[in-house]
Each structure stands twice: as C-alpha cells, then as structure tokens.
C-alpha cells in the first residue's frame, strides 16, 4: 500500500475513537472513517479501479470527499476533485481534459454526466459512480509515476493548468507545513473553503496528524462562531470573506478555545485583520498557498504587527525575489516571487510537462510581484499579469482592492486596467455592494485620494450584480 493512504491507515490505529469529522450527517471517528473507506477502496476494486485509472471527485463538503478521496489513492488510481459547483460545461471539459475515466459523486445528477451511472449503497446516504468514454485500457497519464491528485489551477487570468502531484510531493508537502502549524490530535479546525480546492496541505495534513475536522457549510459568521464554541474548535482556515463577516458581526462574543486564525486563497487588508484582532483578540495570519508548492510562506511569527505580510518562508522553503532575468534582487526591491523546497508539484497535464521543464534554476515562479524585508517578511504586492501600467509606474490591483474593500457597504471589488489614449492605462473598478446598499461614487474618490497615490486612483467606477470568482475564491480575471 503506499504511503499516502497509511496515514489514514495510521490514524485509525493511533486515534482510533477520536472524532475525524463533523459534518451535516453527524460525526464519524478515525476507526468509522477508515472502515468506510475500506469499503468503499473494495468496491471499487471491484469495478476495476487500479493503477492508472483517474476518478473525478465531485462531491459537496463533506466525509464523502474524503472517503472518495482516499479510498480511490488506495486503489493506486488518480484522485481529481473537482468542484460540485461548477456548471455542467465546465465539469465536462475537466473529465474530458483530465482523460479521466470514472466520476464518483454524492450527486445523482452530477454522476449522470457520465454513463452507466449506478448507486453505490454502502452507506446512509449514497455515492453514485459512472462511467466516462475514456476506455481503461489508456492510462490518465504515463509520463510521471507513483500520482495521487491532480488539480487545476485557478486560472484567474487564462487558461488553468493541470497540476499533477505524487504521493511523495504530497507527503513532503504536508510533513513541511505542519513543522510550522504543529497541529495534532489535541486540534480541531473549523472548515469553509471548499474541499476540491483545497485538500492536501490541509484535509491530507489533518488525517495524517489526528486532527478533527468541523465541516461548515453555512459561511455566516454566527453558524462558524456556533461551530467554534459548540464543537470546540482550535484552528479556523478561511477566506479573507470570512474573516470580514466574523470582524463585522454585531454581537459581543469571546471565541474560547480558538487558538490560531489563517487566511488564505487571496490578499486580506490589514483593516479587516485588525478589526478581527480588536473583536476577538486572536491575530489573523496570512498564508500564501499555491498549488504547485503547497504551503510555503505564513505569518504566524509577526501577524499582529504586520497583517498585510504572507509571513516568512517556513522552514524548509528558500524564497527569493529575483528580476526579469532570474537575477536575485536586494531586500526591500519589487521583483518576482521565486520558491524552492520539498513537495513541489510532479508537472502539468497538458502539453505533459514534467518540474524540471519548468523551474528556472531550480526555482519555482509564482508569477506573483512581491517584497522581502531585511528580515525576511514577504509581502505580496500582486499577480505579474495583472499589474496596471499607468504612465510607466506600476500598479496593483491587490493594493486597491483591499483598501475598496474596507469601504462601508463594499461586498468586494476588482480593479482593472483600462486603455487610455495619454496614460497608457489607468484603473477601472467594479464594485459589487452588500444587501440594499448604495454608494457616493465621489465619496469614494475622496476616501481612496487620502490613502492613494494619484496614479493609482480609479478613473472608472461600476456597481456590478456579482464580481465573478473561481472555485477557489480569487477573483477571475480576464
């Protein structure tokens, strides 16, 4: 059996009655978890599920992601989750991408975009399983060996990528991160990002070490602050979406018990962290994770001081900021983010890729525009494709949206480059309102002018239904 799937295995033997999950059908522990994903692993053995087979995932948050998750990595198969919220188009075009063969999902109707569709009846609630055109005798794909997961990126600017990770770039992943996190048994995390974007240095990371998972399928601040108090949470992994929920809920409440709060998936403003901090005491710490890497930079050590700050590279990682050329560059200078460390990413999908065809030197590029301190302290100043270029000086969306977002009765917003005919560019805005909110537009100018340099002013302002957001909750940009 490989490695990967002995976590499971390990944790069902060492925390046997400890509580693995909490999610909308109860709670299940280790030992239940692990007896259930064995049925399931035989199962699908049964149906001929082994090496090179690639199964997409597609299942809500819940035990039955990771149930499915698991017990197709311990039939040797490709895992790909993929989210249950996609449209049908988009769900299609990963399957056919992917050259995925089976569909596993706790949705009829989802598992019917494949053929030969059945239930699987092994539990109280059901998985459905069907089939894809794609004969098993082809493999998912033969170039890198010893695979477990697949994922696509974001794709907030093009066309999203399709990472490919082993089981051994996942393990080294998780065992790097967690040197820092130093999260157990004795942890439970509070869990609302969606599990098809984000599983392995986290869902993995939490079987591997004994930690109890409190599934959370209501983002409103009062059902996480119910499920932090109830079920005793220690650990809150969110978006900066819900931080802002959590920092502006009316009602006076002290989070007992929480011991460490990280953001993840986008920038968050050094406002909304410190309203957090102000209500309930607890600093929020960024995190900068990336799929091709995992988990290489958090603020753990300075988050209080410096909110705006990804953190410091944790102790496996180097990270550098180099120039157009890969030439390191002196602290306090822009330039690209560059990582090198354990568990990165095996190689891309298509065209097959592997690492070595991709890393410049031995580093990774992030493709994001960042700051290192004298100290080390990284700050992410924005996507390399996103960068506004007004009259020569460089500006980053990031910086605005994050002041716009602090603004009373800003949902979100997303700033845009616009041509202009002297300028080169300058920044347009989009800006989507909270529930039967209006805004002063020239107010808004004042606000930004007392925060902003000239340039970096927006000169164009929409109100929009919805700014459009990838599954994994950045801003989809064009």
Not at 15 to 21: G, K, R, S, T
Not at 45 to 71: K, P
Not at 277 to 284: A, G, R, T
Request: proline fraction near 4%; aromatic fraction near 8%; charge should be neutral.
């Amino acid at each position: 059996m490989n490695n990967l799937y002995h976590t499971l295995t390990n944790a069902a033997k060492n925390w046997p009655n400890q509580i693995a999950i909490f999610d909308d059908y109860g709670s299940v522990t280790y030992s239940e978890l692990f007896t259930q994903t064995e049925q399931l692993k035989e199962y699908l053995t049964a149906q001929g599920v082994t090496s090179g087979i690639g199964v997409g995932i597609i299942t809500s948050n819940s035990r039955y992601f990771i149930i499915s998750l698991y017990a197709t990595i311990a039939c040797n198969a490709v895992a790909m989750p993929i989210s249950h919220q996609q449209k049908e188009s988009e769900i299609m075009n990963a399957l056919l991408e992917a050259k995925l063969h089976l569909i596993l999902s706790d949705s009829e109707v989802q598992a019917s975009l494949g053929e030969n569709s059945k239930r699987i009846s092994l539990f109280n609630n059901p998985l459905f399983i069907s089939q894809t055109k794609r004969p098993s005798s082809d493999p998912v794909l033969d170039f890198i060996k010893d695979v477990a997961f697949m994922r696509f990126t974001s794709g907030t600017t093009g066309k999203a990528k399709g990472v490919i990770i082993s089981h051994t770039s996942a393990m080294e992943r998780v065992d790097a991160a967690n040197e820092l996190l130093q999260l157990s048994e004795k942890d439970r995390v509070v869990w609302v990002l969606p599990m098809a974007y984000h599983f392995v240095v986290s869902i993995v990371l939490y079987i591997k070490y004994g930690v109890g998972i409190i599934v959370n399928t209501n983002f409103l601040a009062e059902s996480i602050i119910e499920s932090i108090l109830n079920k005793k949470g220690t650990f809150l992994y969110a978006a900066p979406m819900h931080i802002k929920l959590l920092a502006s809920y009316a009602p006076t409440v002290e989070l007992q018990g929480l011991l460490k709060v990280v953001s993840t998936t986008t920038a968050i403003s050094a406002e909304i962290c410190n309203a957090f901090e102000k209500k309930y005491s607890i600093p929020v710490s960024q995190a900068y994770g990336i799929i091709e890497i995992g988990l290489p930079i958090l603020n753990l050590k300075h988050s209080k001081e410096f909110p705006e700050a990804v953190g410091y590279a944790l102790p496996a990682y180097d990270v550098a900021i180099l120039d157009a050329d890969h030439n390191p560059l002196p602290d306090e200078v822009i330039g690209l983010l560059a990582i090198k460390g354990p568990g990165m990413f095996d190689g891309y999908l298509s065209p097959p890729t592997l690492k070595k065809d991709i890393l410049k030197q031995g580093w990774f590029m992030t493709g994001d525009y960042a700051v290192r301190k004298v100290d080390g302290l990284i700050i992410i100043k924005g996507r390399e494709k996103n960068v506004i270029n007004v009259s020569g000086n460089k500006v980053f969306p990031n910086e605005i949206e994050e002041l716009i977002n602090t603004y009373k009765g800003v949902k979100k917003s997303k700033a845009f480059a616009r041509v202009h005919p002297l300028m080169g560019e300058v920044v347009a805005l989009e800006i989507e309102l909270e529930e039967n909110e209006s805004i002063d537009k020239e107010a808004l100018i004042r606000f930004c002018r007392k925060q902003l340099s000239s340039f970096k002013l927006p000169q164009f302002i929409t109100v929009v239904d919805e700014i459009e957001l990838t599954g994994s909750g950045k801003i989809k940009r064009i």
